[in-house]
């Protein structure tokens, strides 16, 4: 693939009319004020960038905040203004393959996404949204996406992509919810107390400087591991983790089980750790899921690696059954956000990013709809997260090739990630695959991915 990829066409993509709409953020919004999210969708053939810029304007009608723009009120609060100000939209064009592209998908320097400057955005001097398509030499469209973390999370993020695809499918679009003020919505809806213990901290000064040494030195210290599993491989894995625990166990449950033993095995682990998975809050709040913003809160575990991967999977739906009254924190993180205070809301971090104690943080994105969305009758061939966040013990998974099996992307310490990369990495992560097990088409043309 080329390393420079020639640009083709540049345009700002708008809905026509600006609603004007103000949006006060939520503190948890504002605590991911500094954050984007950037994720690439693959497909197999040419698609028309003029009709997927029309749907676009028309997507951005329906969800006109990420068209907008962020500003900062006098009392420090962050607003979101849907004034339509838009959306860029850039055409590339490589020499390289499909599969080049989807190889190089979480490499820093992909060159796949325009990302978001998320610091910049929060005052109001940038995009809350881009758009990069890429026309590979073999007839493949790359479809590289990246948004401002205050506007919404990946929930949110799909329902502009849901809306997009009807645009360009000629097809209904989903509504969408837009809160005035998230933070008196929740006021509303969340207990009047739930398990109090807040997934943000305050770290001291000298932790603070250990935190910021680590994201500086992360894009050299880490890498990024992808890796496939089968629909039969992860049966089998349900199947033996499932007698093992006596229970019935989901898909989910076994793969982050799986994959957190197998890289703590693999670097000769044995210490106890902390496991952070964020949730999807929406459900348990009796919220619609067409509700734009971030609703998320996470669940905390403690697990050994003597105890094994089948005990943690156990753990973990327990906690997913019990989250409601065990788990929630969003009441937890207003009160503590708000005793902090605005002014230093900039020095939380989450309780999750803990480097120094390798506390991994598991986000599970699949049943999001990746691989529902259209354009032209044609669905993604993959989807990826991009190079987001270079910090260590984290993962994303999500739908695999063609929405088959599970994908895992995890960023890792350089020398134990070319460890799992390696044969006795593959051979532990891939204990249940069967040599006869048949592989989609795409995987075999990914060699990165393992």
């Not at 089998?236 to 197998?262: K, Y």
Request: net charge negative; charged share 25%; with cysteine.
């Amino acid at each position: 693939m080329n390393a420079w990829p020639e640009l083709r066409r540049s345009r700002i993509v708008r809905a026509g009319r600006a609603p004007g709409t103000v949006l006060r953020c939520g503190l948890m919004d504002t605590m991911l004020a500094d954050l984007a999210v950037s994720v690439v969708l693959f497909f197999d053939r040419p698609l028309d960038d003029e009709r997927l810029a029309a749907g676009l304007a028309r997507a951005l009608d329906r969800v006109p905040v990420f068209a907008g723009r962020l500003r900062t009120t006098a009392g420090g609060a962050l607003e979101a203004v849907c004034d339509d100000a838009g959306v860029p939209f850039d055409v590339h064009a490589v020499d390289g393959t499909l599969a080049g592209a989807m190889g190089r998908v979480a490499a820093a320097g992909a060159e796949l996404v325009d990302p978001v400057d998320a610091p910049a955005a929060r005052t109001g001097g940038g995009p809350l949204f881009t758009v990069r398509v890429t026309r590979t030499a073999d007839g493949g469209t790359v479809l590289g996406c990246s948004w401002h973390h205050a506007v919404g999370d990946l929930q949110s993020f799909m329902l502009l992509m849901r809306a997009w695809s009807a645009a360009v499918e000629g097809e209904p679009l989903p509504e969408a919810e837009l809160v005035a003020d998230q933070d008196a919505l929740l006021d509303e809806v969340l207990p009047a107390e739930d398990c109090g213990r807040p997934g943000f901290r305050l770290p001291d000064p000298a932790e603070a400087a250990f935190l910021a040494r680590e994201v500086a030195a992360g894009p050299r210290a880490n890498r990024t591991v992808q890796i496939y599993f089968g629909d039969a491989e992860i049966e089998r894995m349900r199947a033996d983790f499932g007698a093992a625990a006596g229970r019935r166990l989901s898909a989910g449950d076994v793969l982050c089980a799986h994959v957190v033993c197998t890289v703590r095995e693999l670097d000769g682990d044995e210490a106890e750790r902390m496991l952070t998975v964020p949730v999807n809050a929406r459900r348990w709040l009796g919220l619609s899921p067409a509700h734009v913003g971030n609703l998320l809160s996470d669940l905390h575990l403690m697990h050994s690696a003597k105890d094994g991967p089948a005990a943690l999977a156990a753990a973990l739906r327990t906690a997913v059954a019990d989250f409601p009254a065990e788990h929630l924190n969003l009441r937890a993180n207003l009160r503590f956000l708000a005793a902090v205070g605005r002014d230093r809301l900039g020095d939380c971090v989450p309780v999750g990013f803990d480097p120094a104690a390798r506390r991994f943080s598991f986000s599970n994105w699949s049943r999001f709809g990746a691989y529902d969305v259209r354009f032209q009758g044609e669905r993604p061939v993959y989807f990826s997260p991009a190079a987001n966040y270079p910090l260590p013990w984290v993962c994303w998974t999500v739908e695999g090739f063609r929405g088959t099996g599970l994908l895992a992307t995890v960023v890792l310490p350089a020398r134990l990630a070319a460890r799992v990369r390696g044969a006795e990495g593959r051979a532990a992560l891939h204990r249940f695959r069967d040599p006869a097990d048949e592989l989609p088409p795409p995987a075999a043309a990914v060699p990165r991915v393992i």
